[in-house]
């Protein structure tokens, strides 16, 4: 059984916002690319896009290295259409995150865009 096979999957959109904040603060690397689609795109602090899982791992493998501690933004309604759902959360510094997440075939939630730092 791989480590994929043993972390939850999210079973509604709003279950993505708190497992990010688990792993990175748990400098867990895989399991957060496990959060993306394989061809998702992320916004990078430097105006950047990483695409695709293995960008998305050499991001937050440099985001995690130095095991700085994440604060729970409040998470906002989530907006959803379908297959499709619009979540996002207001951080402590005033920033936003805003993300797009799809439903998967098995039913569970995958983000497949995500800006980190609206408005930060």
């Given amino acids: 059984m791989s480590s994929d096979d043993v972390r939850e999957r999210a079973a509604r959109p709003e279950d993505l916002g708190r497992f ?13 690319v496990a959060l993306y689609e394989p061809d998702a795109i992320l916004a990078l602090p430097n105006g950047q896009v990483a695409t695709g899982s293995e960008e998305i791992r050499q991001a937050y493998a440099h985001i995690v290295a130095d095991r700085p501690t994440f604060a729970p933004g ?7 259409n379908g297959d499709l759902a619009l979540t996002s959360a207001r951080l402590v510094d005033g920033g936003a995150t805003v993300e797009v997440a799809r439903r998967q075939a098995d039913g569970t939630w ?3 865009i995500d800006q980190p730092s609206l408005l930060g």
Wanted: hydrophobic letters at 45%.
């Fill in 74 to 80: 409040q998470q906002q309604p989530t907006l959803q």
């Fill in 20 to 32: 990010i904040l688990e792993r990175l603060n748990a400098g867990d690397v895989e399991g957060l």
């Fill in 110 to 112: 995958l983000w497949v």
